[in-house]
């Protein structure tokens, strides 16, 4: 039977791969599919890569334009400050979001912008990615150098969302 006219309605996390076609979106959208949340993170493929996320930014520009066109609602989550990010891979991020701002229904900023979280692996390699860490608080790590601090996080945050607001992104 159709799905939506058995009043099947579904959200799902995913993430971005080649694979994802309009063909399938559609398909996904015919099958009920309402919202899909992707785990964007950053516009930098630099940065992507220390996640070791495995995407490249112009499948993410590709898949979101797709998803759009396909009438499946899109939200984006991002991260501020992982670690090697510089202001340069920051503005990447900016550039993404301002690019893609048409296929974008939410833009999701991490409130804690970039933790280490307990038994992860930036916890268990904080020394290979440079991080001081603060024993108060696992949100208020630093970068070795400096130039990686809580408040550089907290305004990139700001930052990002005032852009986000800019373009009609909820």
Request: proline share 4%; glycine share 6%.
């Amino acid at each position: 039977s159709d799905p939506i006219k058995s009043g099947l309605v579904w959200h799902a996390n995913v993430v971005i791969r080649p694979e994802m076609t309009l063909e399938i979106l559609s398909n996904m959208k015919k099958a009920g599919c309402k919202h899909l949340t992707y785990g964007i993170e950053s516009g930098s493929q630099r940065v992507l890569d220390l996640m070791r996320k495995r995407y490249r930014i112009e499948d993410a520009d590709l898949v979101l334009k797709y998803t759009h066109e396909a009438g499946i609602k899109v939200t984006c989550n991002f991260m501020f400050g992982f670690p090697g990010e510089t202001k340069e891979y920051f503005q990447q991020t900016l550039d993404f979001l301002k690019r893609n701002s048409r296929y974008i229904t939410t833009a999701y900023p991490s409130r804690s912008y970039c933790t280490i979280e307990p038994h992860s692996y930036l916890e268990k390699h904080m020394a290979e990615f440079g991080m001081v860490s603060n024993p108060d608080n696992n949100m208020y790590w630093q970068s070795s150098d400096g130039k990686n601090t809580y408040p550089d996080r907290l305004k990139r945050c700001e930052d990002f969302s005032s852009l986000a607001i800019s373009l009609d992104i909820s």
